[in-house]
């Protein structure tokens, strides 16, 4: 691993009972990179993302996240910020309280002041009495987005993390993520919406059955087409475009 890369994967393999899911897996994402990966139904995004939070061990291969095995979570607690695809919210606490029980788990020196920060941040801070539970899956998403940016971490792992947003709140979740960057943050995310990668990525990882069939700059992939003709002719049909 380069001092200029937060992930670094070299030849992950993975397999599900007896059907190999991740083939010989190699991906680098550096420092301060707006990163999607994708793939069709199937190609192993999410998985790779499992294996990248230690959440499942590799068969065969390397991974280093900010310089660590990420099967030692400790090494990188507070580190990273996550948005899987199902929500891990308590349903009976309100977003308010959400936040503030992150803020207090992340060692937050000011619980009630960066609460109400990261709530107009997200867009939701007129919900921050409702409880879970009564939120739309809109605004779940955004309080997930909420939550994994609690403690400020140097990387954010997100897969799909604009699913079930209204057209506006999507691009508002991009500027979210675009002003983070900015602030030098990392972002590795998947995403379905191969207009979300073109407009908000800086470079590209296509992956085809387990392995990255393409990776790029996203300037560089325009060159041969638009993402959505390119992916088409790497993965074929499969995401909304």
């Known amino acids: 691993m380069t001092s200029q890369s937060v992930i670094d994967c070299t030849g992950l393999r993975f397999a599900y009972g007896g059907t190999e899911v991740i083939r010989g897996l190699d991906l680098t994402v550096g420092r301060g990179d ?3 990966l994708l793939g069709t139904n199937g190609a192993g995004k999410t998985t790779a993302l499992e294996l990248l939070l230690g959440e499942r061990r590799a068969a065969a291969g ?3 996240v900010l310089g ?3 099967s ?3 090494a990188l607690a507070g580190e990273v910020g996550v948005v899987m695809q199902e929500s891990g919210c308590a349903p009976d606490l309100t977003v308010g309280e959400t936040l503030r029980l992150w803020l207090r788990l992340r060692g937050s020196r000011d619980v009630a002041g960066t609460a109400a920060a990261l709530l107009d941040e997200v867009g939701l801070t007129r919900r921050a009495t409702r409880r879970v539970r009564q939120l739309s899956g809109g605004e779940r998403r955004r309080l997930d987005l909420a939550v994994a940016l609690c403690g400020d971490p140097q990387l954010l792992i997100l897969d799909e993390p ?3 947003l209204d ?3 999507r691009r508002d979740a991009w500027q979210v993520l675009r002003n983070r960057s900015r602030r030098g943050t990392t972002i ?3 995403t379905h919406y191969l207009e979300e990668a073109e407009t908000l990525a800086d470079r590209v990882a296509i992956m085809d059955a387990g392995r990255l069939a393409l990776c790029a700059a996203t300037a560089e992939v325009r060159r041969s087409g638009s993402l959505t003709e390119v992916f088409h002719r790497i993965a074929g049909s499969g995401v909304n475009s």
């Open 34 to 36: 707006l990163f999607a």
């Open 62 to 64: 390397t991974i280093r």
């Open 68 to 70: 660590h095995d990420p």
């Open 72 to 74: 030692a979570r400790r």
């Open 162 to 164: 604009t699913s079930g």
């Open 167 to 169: 057209p506006q709140s």
């Open 188 to 190: 590795l995310f998947t």
